[in-house]
C-alpha cells in the first residue's frame, strides 16, 4: 500500500491474540475491523483508535456494542446496518454507522445498485445524529475466480461503488471512508485506483496476511515476500496401514472448513492431510515412500489459519529459533453472554 499504514483496516478475526494485535498497532496502524464483540473489545485494549465491528449487529449484540464503546470513549466504534429499520437502536450511543453494500458475494448487506436505497439510509443515520462512517463493501467472492477474472470483477464493482459514493454526495452527504477487500481481494484492491484517483479514503481490510495460510498464499503475489507465520505444531500417533499414518491434529485442532487437504506438513509437499475427524488427521504418503515413525513431530501450515487460530487456548512465540514465551488467544470464541 506504499507504506501508508493509514490505507489498512485489518480484520482481526485472524490475529486473535492481543500482543498480535499491538504488534499491528505499533507499526502504525490505527485502524481495524472485527467480526465479535470480544474482537472488538480486545482491539479496543490494544489501543486502536477507530474500530468497526463489520458484521449485522442485532438483538442484545446492540448492547453489547454500546457497553464497550462506552468503557473505551477514546476508541471511535462503529459497527454496520443494511436497512432502515437497523439504524434507529444506535440513537445517542456515539456509535458510528457504516453501510453494508453486497458486492455479489451474497451473504450480507444491500444490493450497491438499489443507489435510491443506499442514499435514503445515508440519509437516515445522518437525520438521526449517528455519525455516518462510510461504506463496507467486502469482495471475498474474488478467490472463486482466477486471477485476471478477479481483478476485473474487483476493479468493476469499485467503479460501482464510485457511483454510489457520488449519489451519497449529490444530496450534501460525505463519505468519510471506503472499506473494501479481504485477503482474496486485496492484491487486485492494492493496484486499483479507481477511488483513491477522486480523493477518497479507500481503505483495504486483508487480515489473514498477518499469519497467512495455505490457501492466502495461493492468492498473493509470489514476488511479495509473504511467509506463514503460524504453525501446527502434531505429532504422529498411528500407522493404520497401507500409505497412510495419522497425526493428533482433527478438526478441533486444524480447521476443515477449507476442504481436502486442510493443510500442508512442513518439508513434505508430498504427503496430503485429508478430511480430519475430532481428532485425528489421516496423511496419505505417495505408494513405497515408508511412513514417518510414531511419535514424529509434524509442522503443518492449515489450508484456513483464522479459525485454526480460534481452537488454541494459548500461543507459543517463537523468535530466531527460541521460545519468546506462551500468549493467550485473548479474543478467541464468544464474550460472556448479558
Known sequence: LGGDANRWRPHLKTAKLLVAM????EAGVLQAKCATTLELETACQAG??????AYPVLGPSVQAVMQ?????????????????EMVAPWRGSGVGLFIDLNPGMNRTGMAADRIDEVVALARLINEAGIRFGGLHFYDGHAHRF???TARELVHAGYERLLRVVRAIEAVGLTVPEVVTAGTPAFPHAARCQVLTKVGLLHRVSPGTVLYNDRESLSLLPVDAGYRPAVWVLSRVVSHPGGDRFCCDAGHKTLSADAGDPTGEVAGHPEWTPRHPSEEHLPVDVPAGSGLPPRGTL???LPSHVCPTVNNFDAAVLLEGGMIRGVEPVTARGRAAPL
Open 146 to 148: 482466477p486471477a485476471e
Open 68 to 84: 464497550i464503546a462506552e468503557r473505551h470513549r477514546q476508541v471511535r466504534v462503529s459497527a454496520l446496518v443494511e436497512h432502515a
Open 298 to 300: 509434524l509442522w503443518l
Open 22 to 25: 499491538q504488534r499491528i498497532r
Open 48 to 53: 486502536f483508535e477507530d474500530v468497526l465491528l
